[in-house]
């Protein structure tokens, strides 16, 4: 398994910006594909983004096209979720999870890691 660790959220306004880090170890990080997810207060855990093992292959939920950016560092063995735009509605914590392919996926059940958790709140 590997171990994913997030940081970066925090409190902002509307309109405002974050990025997110998810630092990696344990497997060779250029071995797989990572992803976003998010669970809002009484919701389920949804897709966000995710980026295949060399970062050339992205996908996102098509509600947060063009305000999210998902990236990776292989060198740094970190994968970023860069948020602008950020609406009240993004109020969510956000969890980086890894696949055990090089491929992504939008199904939670397809990565066998997750981080902790990083929690994101928008105020309008």
């Known amino acids: 398994q590997v171990q994913l660790v997030e940081s970066g959220g925090g409190l902002v306004q509307a309109g405002g910006s974050l990025r997110l880090s998810c630092a990696a170890s344990?497997?060779?990080?250029?071995?797989?594909?990572m992803g976003w997810f998010r669970q809002a207060l009484g919701k389920e855990r949804e897709f966000v983004a995710a980026i295949t093992w060399s970062g050339r292959n992205t996908y996102y939920a098509d509600s947060l096209k063009g305000r999210f950016t998902i990236s990776r560092d292989n060198a740094k063995n970190t994968v970023y979720l860069q948020m602008n735009s950020l609406k009240p509605e993004d109020t969510a914590v956000y969890y980086c999870?890894?696949?055990?392919?090089?491929?992504?996926?939008?199904?939670?059940?397809?990565?066998?890691?997750w981080g902790q958790g990083t929690q994101v709140t928008v105020s309008s």
């Open positions: 999870a890894a696949t055990r392919t090089p491929y992504y996926y939008i199904n939670v059940n397809e990565y066998d890691s």
């Open positions: 344990g497997r060779t990080f250029s071995s797989y594909g």
